[in-house]
């Protein structure tokens, strides 16, 4: 199998804050398959590290309010064009990241508080008949 996975999964340090989400159990089911690294929020060309994220309204927001709902969204069609000329078989992306989580986002509220959803990037490639499994459910 050909499996798109979270970058920071993997370790590498390309989380808002500049570290990562290495996931031993992810690492695990991924050996012996080829893997396809991504990135959505860097791809769109947000810095490392950055200010996070969550989805206001559909809109992808700073806590200040600024809106960089643009980058997200051209980097998720960055990683969608990644994900078809690659033909990968499923993506393992990270929980709860506005771009990458699956089950579950933050509400926007920059308080904690998580809600059902899904991150632009989970869902676009959702949307496109791709099976997307939470890192959690591995
Ligand atoms: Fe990880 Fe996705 Fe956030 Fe990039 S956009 S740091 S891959 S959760």
């Not at 709860?96 to 991150?119: A, E, L």
């Amino acid at each position: 199998m050909k499996i798109m996975v979270s970058a920071c999964l993997l370790g590498d340090n390309v989380k808002y804050n500049g570290g990562n989400n290495r996931h031993e159990k992810v690492l695990e089911y991924i050996k012996g398959h080829e893997v396809v690294p991504v990135c959505p929020e860097m791809l769109g060309g947000l810095p490392v590290p950055r200010a996070p994220g969550e989805i206001q309204d559909g809109i992808v927001r700073n806590e200040d309010g600024t809106s960089v709902d643009y980058e997200y969204r051209t980097g998720a069609a960055k990683a969608l064009e990644i994900a078809e000329s690659e033909r990968i078989d499923m993506a393992i992306l990270q929980s709860r990241s506005p771009s990458c989580g699956v089950n579950q986002i933050y509400d926007g509220s920059f308080t904690g508080r998580k809600i059902k959803g899904m991150g632009v990037f989970a869902r676009l490639l959702s949307e496109k008949g791709y099976k997307v499994v939470d890192a959690e459910d591995i």
